[in-house]
């Protein structure tokens, strides 16, 4: 009778091992969520245009490297948040999934898969890395660099 016994208890410990254990590694903690959310806010600010919104989570100073066919673009915020924030009809939105962050003190990057829709189809694709600092309690991009390729993968 102890075979079948230790049996179950082997079962009922190799279903939480492969099903909750990975859940609540992968599950986000407050801190990682104050670091994702400047990166929303930007992203939200893209959406709707508006230059404003795109500049309030960045580091005033702070630079954008988005790499196109193997060139590097370097820009500002500044001069990014005027370029996106420019009134227009296509609806732009980006996308991150499954993001990596690690947290220092103080510091914190967050590098992430990417989709850059426009008009509801996706434009380009990538990796984002955005590098933050907390400023004042307040976490704040300092630097954001990306990859964009046409080849994405339909999904």
Same mark, same amino acid.
Request: proline share 6%.
């Given at each position: 009778?102890?075979?079948?016994?230790l049996c179950l208890v082997?079962? #009922?410990? =190799?279903?939480?091992?492969t099903v909750l254990v990975?859940?609540?590694?992968?599950?986000?903690?407050?801190?990682?969520?104050?670091?994702?959310?400047?990166?929303?806010? &930007?992203?939200?600010?893209?959406?709707?245009?508006?230059?404003?919104?795109?500049?309030?989570?960045?580091?005033?100073?702070?630079? &954008?490297?988005? &790499?196109?066919?193997?060139?590097?673009?370097? &820009?500002?915020?500044?001069?990014f948040a005027t370029r996106?924030?420019?009134?227009?009809?296509?609806?732009?939105?980006?996308?991150?999934?499954?993001?990596?962050?690690?947290?220092?003190?103080?510091?914190?990057? =967050?590098?992430?898969?990417?989709?850059?829709?426009? *008009?509801?189809? =996706?434009?380009?694709?990538?990796?984002?890395?955005?590098?933050?600092?907390?400023? *004042?309690?307040?976490?704040? #991009?300092?630097?954001?660099?990306?990859?964009?390729?046409?080849?994405?993968?339909?999904?």
């Amino acid at each position: 009778m102890k075979t079948p016994k230790l049996c179950l208890v082997l079962s #009922i410990a =190799v279903t939480i091992a492969t099903v909750l254990v990975p859940a609540l590694l992968h599950a986000t903690t407050a801190e990682e969520q104050a670091v994702l959310a400047p990166v929303t806010a &930007m992203f939200d600010g893209m959406a709707k245009r508006d230059a404003a919104a795109i500049k309030e989570p960045t580091l005033p100073g702070g630079t &954008m490297v988005l &790499m196109r066919d193997g060139k590097p673009t370097q &820009m500002t915020f500044e001069d990014f948040a005027t370029r996106v924030g420019k009134p227009g009809t296509t609806k732009i939105e980006e996308r991150i999934h499954d993001p990596l962050i690690r947290i220092d003190n103080d510091l914190a990057v =967050v590098w992430a898969p990417f989709e850059f829709l426009v *008009d509801g189809k =996706v434009d380009h694709c990538g990796t984002d890395l955005f590098n933050l600092v907390r400023k *004042d309690g307040k976490w704040l #991009i300092a630097s954001v660099a990306d990859t964009g390729r046409k080849d994405c993968s339909a999904k």
